[in-house]
């Protein structure tokens, strides 16, 4: 998937309990909302838990392969936006993350846009619209991608592109 926005959802706003084969390029999924709302669960969880049947046996195996460039997971009311669990199986547990924000205090990531408020454009009362504003220190902080050409509003993408699904105009 490419230049996809999932926001305000509630609880998460991407999850694969069963594996699964996933490419995320310039999406963002963010759970910040304008209500209060007391959530527990992060904006994007992803696992390889198996599928068993009542007696605990499995019935199919279930790998995740993961790859995510140039996104955005952010949100509010948790620490941790992102929740990528290795369950204990077999089967394939595969991820790659580049280029991407992430709202998290785990040192494992170890990645340099870690915690980095994105900075969306607020209009209005909170009114979020997802564009990035223009003193946002993500702006250009994304990899050249050639098959991304534009974003969500049909802008072309720079050569060193926004992370997220939409484009900085300046």
């Known amino acids: 998937a490419s230049n996809v926005l999932i926001n305000s ?3 998460e706003a991407f999850i694969a309990l069963h594996g699964g084969n996933y490419t995320f390029r310039h999406c963002t ?3 910040s909302h304008t209500y209060v709302i007391q959530r ?3 904006a994007f969880l992803a696992t390889n838990n198996d599928y068993k049947n009542k007696s605990g046996g499995v019935i199919v195996k279930s790998s995740l392969r993961l790859k995510m460039y140039n996104s955005i997971i952010w949100g509010e009311g948790v620490d ?8 204990n199986t077999t089967s394939v547990f595969d991820t790659l993350i580049r280029n991407t ?3 998290s205090k785990k040192d494992y990531l170890k990645m340099p846009l870690v915690n980095i408020d994105p900075r969306f454009k607020v209009t209005g009362s909170k ?3 997802y564009h990035l504003d223009s003193i946002s220190k ?3 902080r994304g990899m050249y991608m050639p098959f991304v050409k534009d974003d969500m509003d049909d802008l072309n993408r720079s050569a ?3 992370p997220g699904c939409y484009e900085s105009k300046y």
């Open 138 to 140: 993500i702006r250009q």
């Open 9 to 11: 959802c509630g609880q």
């Open 160 to 162: 060193t592109p926004d």
């Open 40 to 42: 527990k669960f992060p």
């Open 101 to 103: 924000v992430i709202k």
């Open 29 to 31: 999924f963010d759970n």
């Open 127 to 129: 009114n979020t619209n």
């Open 80 to 87: 941790e936006e992102l929740d990528l669990e290795k369950a």
